[in-house]
Structures are given as structure tokens and as C-alpha cells.
């Protein structure tokens, strides 16, 4: 089975992917991790080499013959995972719930509650509620891909899971 999940910030494709991975006995990839350099001591905002992370997606997605990838991405370099996957699930809650969501993990990050492979700062949340109130219009973009590849049958309705 292979499983990606695309939503906005903190519309809950951890939450799902972690509760599909330890359903199914597959490995979960969020792809942050293959996207930024993670290093605690790194504020985000410092991406990996394009080559790095293709050679780090294809070695991937050709180690294991079941996945689930989430993440926020729209950029080609995610092709692969769109092509391979047998389902498709989007997230779509709306852009209020995502902001309380992404507010409330970076309150408990900064306090300590929960782990981030990052250091976040004010700035660095700062860009994520900039970036979580335009995704709505790159999702839109995002559909549009996958309607030109003809993946329809591939897309699950969050309500579906």
C-alpha cells in the first residue's frame, strides 16, 4: 500500500499518517525531513540540496515497497510520490482550525510539551500562519496537476478514511 497524504499546516497529516503507519505496519515519511536539513540547532528555513533530496526520495521510495508520505508540498520534485501512490488523501479542514492548530503546536513546542526537530521562532511561525493563509490557492493548483495527470481515482475524501 502506498499512501500520501497532502494538507495544510496543521491540518492533520502527522496525526493521520502516524495512525495509518502503525495500522497498516508501514513506514510513515513526513517530508519535511526530506526537504529541510534537520538539525535541532537549524532554524527552519534552510533547505536540503535538490540533488540531496532526490537521492534521498528515490532512495525512499525504492527501499520500501509500502509508505505513506505527508507533507505540504506542490513542486515537481514530488511527482514520484503522486505517480506511485495508490491513494491520494487530502486534507482539507478549513484555514481557522489550522491556524488554532499550528498556534497551539507552537506554544507546546516552545514550551517544552512536544519535540521539533527545529528551533522555531516567532519569525519562523510568523511565516507558517503566512504560509497556511495562501495554501488554500496552491492546493487549488495542486488539484489541477493532478486532474491533467488523470489521477482522479486515486483521490480519497478525508470524510472516506
Given at each position: ?15 493521520l499518517a ?19 536539513v534537520n ?123
Amino acid at each position: 500500500m502506498k499512501i500520501f497524504i497532502i494538507g495544510g499546516p496543521g491540518s492533520g497529516k502527522s496525526t493521520l499518517a502516524h495512525k495509518l503507519s502503525e495500522q497498516y505496519h508501514i513506514p510513515h515519511i513526513d517530508l519535511d525531513e526530506i526537504n529541510w536539513v534537520n538539525d535541532s540547532r537549524q532554524f527552519y528555513g534552510q533547505k536540503r540540496d535538490k540533488n540531496q533530496r532526490k537521492i534521498m526520495l528515490d532512495n525512499l521510495l525504492n527501499s520500501n515497497s509500502d509508505w505513506i508520505f505527508e507533507g505540504v508540498y506542490f513542486k515537481d520534485w514530488i511527482n514520484p510520490i503522486i505517480e506511485q501512490a495508490d491513494k491520494i488523501i487530502i486534507l482539507k479542514p478549513s484555514k481557522w482550525i489550522r491556524f488554532y492548530r499550528c498556534t497551539k503546536r507552537f506554544l507546546k513546542r516552545k514550551l517544552g510539551i512536544e519535540h521539533s526537530h527545529h528551533k522555531e521562532t516567532l519569525i519562523s511561525f510568523w511565516k507558517l500562519i503566512q504560509w497556511n493563509h495562501n495554501y488554500d490557492t496552491c492546493l487549488t493548483t495542486f488539484l489541477q496537476k493532478i486532474n491533467n495527470k488523470k489521477l482522479n481515482n486515486k483521490i480519497v475524501n478525508e470524510k472516506e478514511i
